[in-house]
Each structure stands twice: as structure tokens, then as C-alpha cells.
């Protein structure tokens, strides 16, 4: 595989979870508005998704997560540069690219990065599901970022099971040793959800750190993307943010 110099890449960021379904897209949306509000001339950027969907007959396919990051960029690409490997079934990726015939090999994914941020100070990479999800024929998305030495920020949905999650993810990105893992947001996906401080406590000890952010529970996705600039700890997100910008 192409194993380019990271420092001769457009420095990023990669948004990973603890989950599929933890909301990742609107933890991304509302970073990328950040990065604009501050001058940050950022693409968004989603390598492979699937659950896509046509508009009419003979259409391409769009991802609605893949459309979001598109709009919310300050520096807009082509939804091809967005979203390469865009994938109908609502299934794993991988299975989905072995079904269309489509290999995501990591040297296409270092392929795609130079060349769609050539003009960008900085990337916003979302990932698929969690860190190692299977890539088609093999490897895992989490190369793209090991490769590149992005940052890494985990969105962690504060739901039953969280906790073995976000520590498995956590020891996973560290064990590596190539991503920088700029911090956790807390993602409140559960209204029912019982024992919440409790359990952002219990984080907050087996991540090492505080979240750099918390975000309430509303059912309003709109709404819900805005929330993480707003809530507690959004200092620290934006800090986290433009100190990963000025390394770059």
C-alpha cells in the first residue's frame, strides 16, 4: 500500500464513535461551522457510506450524512470528492463494497485525501460506524487516519454499554501510537437512559480526561447538530479545535 509522508498531507481531523447511530454527522456539522466561524478554510469529507439513496430514476446515489458534511464545509467540494464510495444497502460498508464490486483498498483512500484537499488548510474526516470497521478486501477505515497521523476526536453515545465501548476504542486508537486523540465528546442519544452523571463520572475516569463536550438529547436533528458549540464544554471543543489547526 502507499505509505505517503503524513506531514507532506493537508493536516485533519478524523470523527469516529463509539457505535453506528451516535451521532457523528451532527458532532461533524457542528465542527465544520466552528472551523468557519473561526476562518478555517475546511472540506468535509465521509470516504465510504452506505444506506444512499436516489432522488429519481437514473439518479446517482447521495448519502444523507455525506450531503450534511458537503453544506456545513467552508470550502465546498463535489459530492464525489466528498462522499467516493457511495454504497445503496444500509449494511457494513465492506459488505456493501464486495456486493457493488467496489475495493476500498487503503491506497485509493490516500489516493482521495491528497488529491481532494490540495486546496483545504484542513480536513474533517467522518468515519463509518466505529474505529475498526472492515474495509473491502481488507484492512480497516481506521488506516486512513494511522497513516495520515490525523487527530481524532470519539463521539460517545452515553447509552447502555458505552462505557466498555469508549474504553475499547480509546485503548484501540493508543495501542496503535499514530493519531493524537485530541478528546471525547458526550453524546446524550438515550432520554431513558438512567444514572447519566453518574456514568459521565465513570467516563471521565476510564478515558483520562473530561468530555470536550455534552450534548443534550432532542429529537430535532437540526437542532441537535448546533447543540455541541452551545453546552457545557464547548470551550474546550473549540480550543482543542483550533490547536489542532495551528499544528497543522
Not at 467516563?203 to 468530555?211: I, Y
Not at 450534548?215 to 457545557?232: C, I, K, Y
Amino acid at each position: 500500500p502507499l505509505s505517503p509522508n503524513p506531514f507532506s498531507m493537508t493536516p485533519g481531523l478524523f470523527i469516529t464513535g463509539t457505535n453506528t447511530g451516535v451521532g457523528k454527522t451532527a458532532i461533524s456539522t457542528a465542527i465544520l461551522r466552528l472551523l468557519a466561524a473561526e476562518g478555517v478554510q475546511a472540506v468535509g469529507l465521509k470516504p465510504i457510506a452506505s444506506g444512499s439513496t436516489r432522488s429519481g430514476p437514473g439518479e446517482p446515489l447521495r448519502n444523507a450524512d455525506a450531503l450534511e458534511l458537503q453544506a456545513a464545509a467552508p470550502l465546498e467540494l463535489p459530492y464525489e470528492d466528498v462522499n467516493p464510495w457511495c454504497f445503496e444497502p444500509a449494511i457494513a460498508p465492506h459488505l456493501a463494497a464486495e456486493e457493488a464490486g467496489q475495493a476500498t483498498p487503503l491506497s485509493s483512500l490516500l489516493e482521495w485525501y491528497q488529491r481532494v484537499t490540495l486546496d483545504a488548510e484542513f480536513a474533517l474526516i467522518e468515519g463509518a460506524g466505529g474505529w475498526r470497521v472492515p474495509l473491502y478486501p481488507e484492512g480497516f477505515l481506521s488506516d486512513l487516519p494511522e497513516t495520515l497521523g490525523l487527530d481524532v476526536i470519539l463521539v460517545v453515545g452515553i447509552t447502555l454499554g458505552c462505557l466498555n465501548h469508549a474504553r475499547l476504542t480509546v485503548e484501540a486508537i493508543h495501542v496503535a501510537g499514530c493519531c493524537r486523540l485530541l478528546g471525547w465528546i458526550a453524546n446524550e442519544i438515550d432520554p431513558a437512559f438512567e444514572r447519566q452523571a453518574a456514568n459521565l463520572a465513570t467516563l471521565e475516569r476510564l478515558l483520562g480526561a473530561p468530555p470536550l463536550a455534552i450534548t443534550g438529547w432532542t429529537p430535532e436533528r437540526s437542532a441537535f447538530g448546533h447543540a455541541v458549540l452551545d453546552v457545557s464544554g464547548g470551550i474546550r471543543l473549540r480550543e482543542a479545535l483550533l490547536a489542532a489547526v495551528r499544528r497543522g
